[in-house]
Nanobody
Framework: QVQLVESGGGLVQAGGSLRLSCAAS????????MGWFRQAPGKEREFAAA????????YYADSVKGRFTISRDSAKNTVYLQMNSLKPEDTAAYYC??????????????WGQGTLVTVSS
């Protein structure tokens, strides 16, 4: 069974930073592109960032470009999201998932529990 386990969320003041981690089982991580998504209270889940299988290309939503950085460690089957200059509007539950490619923001596996990020003003 494929598992995606997100961690690293928390409460941070505006302007602060957090680093999220997503540990994936081998079958979902392997040679696949991975993405981060987020869902704010009362809103639909939206795409944030994606990275291809060998880390050679990344893609970001306009709302996070220049502030967030996605990376991966294939040896650890883990994908990261470094979030800097956080804003209150970044408050959301953050999820990772396998995606078809970095330009197609569709999660292909069952969603994990996510990790909650709260940014205070």
């Amino acid at each position: 069974q494929v598992q995606l386990v997100e961690s690293g969320g928390g409460l941070v003041q505006a302007g602060g930073s957090l680093r999220l981690s997503c540990a994936a089982s081998r079958r979902s991580f392997g040679s696949n592109a991975m993405g981060w998504f987020r869902q704010a209270p009362g809103k639909e889940r939206e795409f944030a960032a994606a990275i291809d299988w060998n880390s050679s290309n990344t893609y970001y939503a306009d709302s996070v470009k220049g502030r967030f950085t996605i990376s991966r460690d294939s040896a650890k089957n883990t994908v990261y999201l470094q979030m800097n200059s956080l804003k209150p509007e970044d408050t959301a539950a953050y999820y990772c998932n396998r995606v078809p490619n970095i330009a197609t923001p569709i999660g292909l596996e069952a969603w994990g529990q996510g990790t909650l990020v709260t940014v205070s003003s």
